[in-house]
């Protein structure tokens, strides 16, 4: 049984006009769903032009590796320093590695490259001493303790009158310490809501992984910080853990995010995007390759 031309060409129009359709569709969704798509990033042409000449050489170790070098913690050869933008942070970070964490695959190193004034990466058991110092830390971490961002300042200023009652007000280090504004501080009045917050630590490892680092003893009595209301984009989200769980950078990122609006009570204007200037583009470039991968299948007719 033959088929008239009319009739064929009449179906290869509907075929086109569904694989537009659907790819449509499909655009449309991966837009509404990206997270990254409205930051203020400096340009990532030099990411771009890398990618396409590939790997290259590390001008310390020389290693050769895509971007940067996760050991040396600087951009490689093709990708100059003064190409990268640098993000000034209102606060110090100290980043604490699992051992076993690939340095390949830690976003925590993406913090280090751009903001290396403000960050220090430890590997664990090598961290520092904390307990002097913990009315001006925060270790963001989830668990029954945590707390919001928006209430850290209430619970470090309670740390500090805890801290001049139990030196006693005959102390020396006691009087050392206590300003006259805190003297007459009422943790619920309106000049207390100021932080004295310098520093928040961060854990870089796998959520099976952290269980060892967050007990050490070093970290007890920190205050904990759980961001609850964000999620991630990382294309190795770990199986059975709930999305809230973030990627290092992505959980720097959100927190001084949220730190900017409820702490600093300033509006944010993209102050810290430029954090996320490898990540969002390693996360688009994962994105476009799955994207095609499932385009394969569905091809025009001609």
Known sequence: MSVSPSVLLKENEENNAKFVETKHSQTTLIASEDPLQNLCLASQEILQKAQQSGRSKCLRCGGSRMFYCYTCYVPVENVPVGQIPLVKLPLKIDIIKHPNETDGKSTAIHAKLLAPEFVNIYTYPCIPEYEEKDHEIALVFPGPQSVSIKDISFHLQKRIQTKGKTDGP???????????????????????????????????????????IVNDERLQGLLQVELKTR????????????????????????????????ILKETYKGQYDNLLFFYSFMYQLIKNAKYAGTNQTTKPTH
Do not use: M
């Open 170 to 212: 005959e102390s020396p280090s006691f009087k050392r310490k206590k300003t006259e504004e805190q003297e007459s501080c009422d943790l619920n009045d309106s000049k207390c809501k100021g932080t004295t917050l310098k520093k928040v630590i961060f854990i870089d490892s796998t959520w099976n992984q952290t269980n060892k």
């Open 231 to 262: 999620k991630t984009s990382f294309w190795r989200h770990q199986e059975g853990k709930p999305d809230t769980f973030l990627s290092t950078i992505e959980a720097i990122y959100y927190f001084l995010v949220d730190y900017h609006a409820d």
